[in-house]
């Protein structure tokens, strides 16, 4: 039966990675600032709070402030239902991330499935977005996001089939226990790990393929015509899934709460593999920064054709090798 | 590929720059005394209204935001009756000043003059007005023109000769 | 688990009753979307993670995402209901509707025949599910494969690009003749008027 002490667990587990990935996401508003002016020569925000810090706050009361408008030619339910869609697919995911040994929400045996899953679910909240706004700008976005998010879904899956192969699992848990006994997957998957760093870009919708978006081109995209907290939350939703994938790199190729343990045991030793999986992840998230702060943004035929050209034949190349490789191992 | 990991390099080397960024409201940047800021009218160095009130600032303005009124003392000094700038139309180019055959309007290097409500960015004669004579000092008008004008005859300006008796036979 | 698998079953009819009953097709497509999710956790409830990860990635998130986007490109606007409202008649849909009400009798009928509920079967791992396909069924995914390929390199042959009519093929390379083709007409307007009419 289910005891009273593992029903309190599980609460203090789902809370706690809610609290820790909304706040990450949120402050993420910040650091993507403050990293961007670092390296462009500038301070970025500085003056609400110490260091800037409640920049963060500020912003939200100015969303939640801001006037909730619907525009009388969309499509109001899908219109209003679209940015939901991100947060919900994108905190969902999250459910299979874990965090440190046997801190978990659902150790899903599909766990890696189950992210590619409510990925692919998370295209209808742009796609949806854009359609609904009835406005060229957010239609056009909400093609090219469509078309792109597919295409690097295809290869983002393969790219996490070459871990899958050699871990024998889908479990997120087993896979960082495998790197726990040999070593981090970065190494013997080199090839899917940097794949699987240029589909979580494109998945994330964030720069250089921020496509969608293309504020040049196409004002904002597909959210042009949101505003308030429904922008709010496909900005969040943003943040939420650079935190997602982040995490995920680190738990996938970079041995997730594995690291240096410094004698400890027990519940110190736990807390210190949380600690290695924020380092972990905000190395990351500084990265996925960094690229927008160095890249231009591709044409939008370059990005297809570097998807299905290039990215697509090399993960099954990877796919190809590792599983000859893990053939002849296991013989 | 090798370009792009260059490309991160040579980003995160910004890290360590210097920063471009100048912290207004504590730290301020040089102005140049001929900045062109706020309009004020200034005063002769007797203390006088400069302005002749002759409208040219008005014609001169590209987008109509000076408006005033002439009017005559009992000497028959022009002087304006009114003087209205409205800075929140003002685009500060300058040509008030350019176009000012007294010196009176000038532009001075202060730009923060924000508001919360509009109308208190119409400035009024007495807002415009300041004590001294601006960037001119020791400039006077009326001492250097040929006008006849309460207190001063014809021929008293400076670098004037009085004027020529017609009627006179002497050479 | 019974009553998760019923609450999504109710779901998955309920949706697809929506699905077929709406005029906008975008919102069809949604309420299609909603049920096939309901149809991946019946998939769960049951025992079988890896086909409800399936369906959701490949059929509710891949798919799916390629119908909306037609449906966008399409822009079906209140005239094509009533085109579609005009062919629906009755002589059309009086077959498969007595046909569907045979199926779902049939449906009713095993239900409530004591027996043959729902049983929750032993969970298959996603090795299992590979294994199968691998080993007993090798010749049918590859079949299958085959079948993809042959659909792959249908659609490459009818989306390539056809280099005999590119521009300068069909337009002439000389400017005078493309300047003709390529809707020249209003330079040209009143050019073919003689100089002594003027």
Same mark, same amino acid.
């Given at each position: 039966?289910?005891?009273?002490?593992?029903? $309190?667990?599980?609460?203090?587990?789902?809370?706690? $990675?809610?609290?820790?990935?909304?706040?990450?996401?949120?402050?993420?508003?910040?650091?993507?600032?403050?990293?961007?002016?670092?390296?462009?020569?500038?301070?970025?925000?500085?003056?609400?709070?110490?260091?800037?810090?409640?920049?963060?706050? +500020? =912003?939200?009361?100015?969303?939640?402030?801001?006037? =909730?408008?619907?525009?009388?030619? +969309?499509?109001?339910?899908?219109?209003?239902?679209?940015?939901?869609?991100?947060?919900?697919? %994108? *905190?969902?995911?999250?459910?299979?991330?874990?965090? +440190?040994?046997?801190?978990?929400?659902?150790?899903?045996? %599909?766990? !890696?499935?189950?992210?590619? +899953?409510?990925?692919?679910?998370?295209?209808?909240?742009?796609? !949806?977005?854009?359609?609904?706004?009835?406005?060229?700008?957010?239609?056009?976005?909400?093609?090219?996001?469509?078309?792109?998010?597919?295409?690097?879904? %295809?290869?983002?899956?393969?790219?996490?089939?070459?871990? %899958?192969?050699?871990?024998?699992?889908?479990?997120?848990?087993?896979?960082?226990?495998?790197?726990?006994?040999?070593?981090?997957?970065?190494?013997?998957?080199?090839?899917?790990?940097?794949?699987?760093?240029?589909?979580?870009?494109?998945?994330?919708?964030?720069?250089?393929?921020?496509?969608?978006?293309?504020?040049?081109?196409?004002?904002?995209?597909?959210?042009?015509?949101?505003?308030?907290?429904?922008?709010?939350?496909?900005?969040?939703?943003?943040?939420?899934?650079?935190?997602?994938?982040?995490?995920?790199?680190?738990?996938?190729?970079?041995?997730?709460?594995?690291?240096?343990?410094?004698?400890?045991?027990?519940?110190?030793?736990?807390? !210190?593999?949380?600690?290695?999986?924020?380092?972990?992840?905000?190395?990351?998230?500084?990265?996925?920064?960094?690229?927008?702060?160095?890249?231009?943004?591709?044409?939008?035929?370059? *990005?297809?054709?570097?998807?299905?050209?290039?990215?697509?034949?090399?993960?099954?190349?990877?796919?190809?090798?590792?599983?000859?490789?893990?053939?002849?191992?296991?013989? | 590929?090798?370009?792009?990991?260059?490309?991160?390099?040579?980003?995160?080397?910004?890290?360590?720059?210097?920063?471009?960024?100048?912290?207004?409201?504590?730290?301020?940047?040089?102005?140049?005394?001929?900045?062109?800021?706020?309009?004020?009218?200034?005063?002769?160095?007797?203390?006088? /209204?400069?302005?002749?009130?002759?409208?040219?600032?008005?014609?001169?303005?590209?987008?109509?935001?000076?408006?005033?009124?002439?009017?005559?003392?009992?000497?028959?000094?022009?002087?304006?009756?009114?003087?209205?700038?409205?800075?929140?139309?003002?685009?500060?180019?300058?040509?008030? &000043?350019?176009?000012?055959?007294?010196?009176?309007?000038?532009?001075?290097?202060?730009? /923060?003059?924000?508001?919360?409500?509009?109308?208190?960015?119409?400035?009024?004669?007495?807002?415009?007005?300041?004590?001294?004579?601006?960037?001119?000092?020791?400039?006077?008008?009326?001492?250097?023109?040929?006008? /006849?004008?309460?207190?001063?005859?014809?021929?008293?300006? &400076?670098?004037?000769?009085?004027?020529?008796?017609?009627?006179?036979?002497?050479? | 688990?019974?009553?998760?698998?019923?609450?999504?079953?109710?779901?998955?009819?309920?949706?697809?009753?929506?699905?077929?009953?709406?005029?906008?097709?975008?919102?069809?497509?949604?309420?299609?979307?909603?049920?096939?999710?309901?149809?991946?956790?019946?998939?769960?409830?049951?025992?079988?993670?890896?086909?409800?990860?399936?369906?959701?990635?490949?059929?509710?998130?891949?798919?799916?995402?390629?119908?909306?986007?037609?449906?966008?490109?399409?822009?079906?606007? #209140?005239?094509?209901?009533?085109?579609?409202?005009?062919?629906?008649? #009755?002589?059309?849909?009086?077959?498969?509707?007595?046909?569907?009400?045979?199926?779902?009798?049939?449906?009713?009928?095993?239900?409530?025949?004591?027996?043959?509920?729902?049983?929750?079967?032993?969970?298959? #791992?996603?090795?299992?599910?590979?294994?199968?396909?691998?080993? #007993?069924?090798?010749?049918?995914?590859?079949?299958?494969?085959?079948?993809?390929?042959?659909?792959?390199?249908?659609?490459?042959?009818?989306?390539?690009?056809?280099?005999?009519?590119?521009?300068?093929?069909?337009?002439?390379?000389?400017?005078?003749?493309?300047?003709?083709?390529?809707?020249?007409?209003?330079?040209?307007?009143?050019?073919?008027?003689?100089?002594?009419?003027?």
């Amino acid at each position: 039966m289910i005891s009273f002490k593992d029903i $309190v667990a599980a609460v203090l587990t789902v809370v706690g $990675v809610l609290f820790v990935a909304l706040t990450i996401a949120a402050g993420l508003i910040w650091v993507e600032r403050r990293l961007l002016a670092v390296w462009q020569d500038r301070y970025g925000p500085n003056r609400v709070g110490p260091l800037g810090l409640f920049q963060v706050l +500020a =912003d939200t009361i100015k969303l939640l402030a801001k006037e =909730d408008w619907i525009p009388p030619f +969309a499509d109001k339910p899908v219109f209003v239902i679209a940015p939901a869609i991100v947060m919900i697919t %994108v *905190l969902f995911s999250f459910a299979v991330l874990p965090v +440190a040994r046997n801190i978990v929400i659902a150790d899903l045996n %599909v766990g !890696l499935l189950y992210f590619l +899953a409510m990925s692919s679910m998370g295209v209808y909240s742009i796609v !949806l977005g854009g359609w609904a706004s009835d406005n060229k700008y957010s239609l056009l976005g909400a093609l090219r996001a469509s078309a792109q998010m597919i295409s690097y879904e %295809v290869f983002m899956g393969l790219s996490l089939m070459g871990v %899958v192969l050699v871990a024998g699992s889908f479990k997120l848990s087993d896979v960082v226990e495998w790197q726990n006994r040999n070593v981090w997957f970065v190494l013997p998957q080199f090839p899917g790990f940097v794949l699987f760093l240029i589909a979580g870009i494109a998945e994330t919708r964030r720069l250089p393929f921020d496509l969608p978006e293309a504020d040049s081109e196409l004002v904002a995209g597909f959210h042009s015509e949101y505003s308030g907290m429904k922008f709010g939350m496909f900005f969040v939703g943003e943040y939420l899934g650079v935190t997602l994938v982040s995490a995920l790199i680190a738990v996938l190729f970079f041995g997730g709460w594995l690291g240096p343990v410094f004698g400890l045991a027990g519940w110190a030793r736990t807390a !210190l593999g949380i600690v290695w999986l924020l380092v972990k992840t905000f190395l990351f998230i500084g990265f996925f920064i960094l690229l927008r702060a160095a890249l231009p943004r591709p044409r939008f035929d370059q *990005l297809m054709s570097w998807g299905w050209k290039w990215m697509l034949p090399l993960a099954l190349a990877n796919l190809l090798v590792t599983g000859a490789v893990v053939m002849t191992m296991s013989k | 590929m090798l370009s792009l990991l260059r490309t991160f390099w040579e980003i995160l080397k910004h890290t360590f720059r210097r920063r471009l960024t100048v912290q207004y409201p504590e730290e301020k940047p040089y102005l140049a005394p001929r900045w062109r800021g706020r309009i004020i009218l200034s005063r002769d160095p007797d203390g006088e /209204e400069r302005c002749v009130a002759c409208y040219l600032c008005a014609v001169a303005c590209p987008v109509d935001c000076i408006s005033l009124q002439a009017t005559e003392d009992k000497n028959g000094r022009r002087y304006p009756e009114f003087f209205r700038i409205n800075f929140s139309r003002c685009i500060f180019c300058g040509f008030c &000043e350019e176009a000012c055959p007294t010196y009176a309007i000038q532009l001075t290097p202060d730009f /923060e003059m924000g508001e919360y409500k509009r109308q208190n960015l119409v400035y009024e004669k007495e807002d415009l007005l300041i004590s001294g004579p601006g960037k001119y000092p020791g400039y006077n008008f009326w001492r250097v023109a040929g006008v /006849e004008i309460g207190g001063k005859g014809k021929g008293d300006a &400076e670098r004037e000769d009085p004027p020529t008796d017609v009627r006179s036979l002497l050479p | 688990m019974d009553w998760l698998f019923y609450i999504a079953a109710v779901v998955a009819v309920g949706a697809t009753l929506m699905m077929l009953t709406r005029q906008n097709a975008v919102h069809a497509l949604l309420y299609l979307i909603v049920s096939l999710l309901a149809v991946a956790v019946v998939f769960f409830v049951l025992g079988a993670p890896f086909a409800a990860a399936l369906e959701v990635i490949i059929y509710a998130g891949a798919i799916m995402v390629l119908f909306i986007f037609v449906v966008m490109l399409l822009n079906v606007g #209140p005239r094509a209901g009533e085109l579609e409202s005009a062919w629906l008649t #009755p002589t059309v849909w009086a077959g498969p509707a007595v046909l569907a009400a045979i199926l779902a009798g049939e449906i009713v009928y095993i239900l409530s025949s004591p027996g043959l509920g729902i049983e929750p079967a032993a969970e298959i #791992p996603p090795e299992r599910v590979g294994l199968a396909l691998y080993g #007993p069924y090798l010749v049918a995914v590859e079949l299958a494969s085959m079948l993809l390929l042959g659909g792959l390199v249908g659609a490459y042959h009818l989306g390539r690009e056809d280099r005999v009519r590119l521009e300068t093929a069909t337009h002439g390379v000389h400017t005078d003749v493309a300047g003709s083709d390529s809707g020249g007409d209003l330079v040209r307007a009143g050019s073919d008027r003689t100089a002594g009419a003027a």
